[in-house]
């Protein structure tokens, strides 16, 4: 296990630079184009949809690290909405239909991640 471990840290590592410089190059023009206002709307949506997926998990239970839990999913909700966002001005839908898309997407990246962390803590134990 700890080589598997150590393998996918060292693909990781020698894969991360070039990733992120081919999504420089890529988003470099979709980036600039959109106003900072859209932007900032994006991330204010996506916040408050994975809040509300966040608020009600902890409706649930207490996760024992909450810090992380929360990180987790923010982060996790802002992905979702950005990539939903990027997707609609792709396809050229009109601002509400995007806005709503945003909102689903973010709640619903929060939501999977729910499930995705019940389902490995089952597996592993932790």
Same mark, same amino acid.
């Given at each position: 296990?700890?080589?598997?471990?150590?393998?996918?840290?060292?693909?990781?590592? *020698?894969?991360?630079?070039?990733?992120?410089?081919?999504?420089?190059?890529?988003?470099? +023009?979709?980036?600039?184009? *959109?106003?900072?206002?859209?932007?900032?709307?994006v991330f204010?949506?996506?916040?408050?949809?994975?809040?509300?997926?966040?608020?009600?998990?902890?409706?649930?239970e207490m996760?024992?690290?909450?810090?992380?839990?929360?990180?987790?999913?923010?982060?996790?909700?802002?992905?979702?909405? *950005?990539?939903?966002?990027?997707?609609?001005?792709?396809?050229?839908? +009109?601002?509400?239909?995007?806005?709503?898309? *945003?909102?689903?997407a973010a709640?619903?990246?929060?939501?999977?991640?729910?499930?995705?962390?019940?389902?490995?803590? +089952?597996?592993?134990?932790?």
């Amino acid at each position: 296990m700890k080589r598997a471990l150590f393998f996918l840290k060292i693909i990781i590592y *020698v894969l991360w630079p070039a990733t992120v410089w081919a999504s420089g190059l890529a988003l470099n +023009d979709a980036m600039k184009s *959109v106003p900072m206002f859209a932007w900032l709307t994006v991330f204010i949506i996506s916040m408050l949809a994975g809040l509300a997926a966040l608020l009600n998990r902890l409706r649930d239970e207490m996760p024992q690290r909450l810090g992380l839990f929360i990180g987790a999913h923010m982060v996790s909700s802002l992905l979702a909405g *950005v990539l939903t966002f990027f997707i609609g001005e792709r396809a050229a839908l +009109d601002g509400m239909t995007e806005a709503i898309s *945003v909102a689903l997407a973010a709640y619903a990246g929060a939501a999977a991640l729910d499930k995705l962390a019940a389902k490995f803590i +089952d597996k592993s134990g932790v």
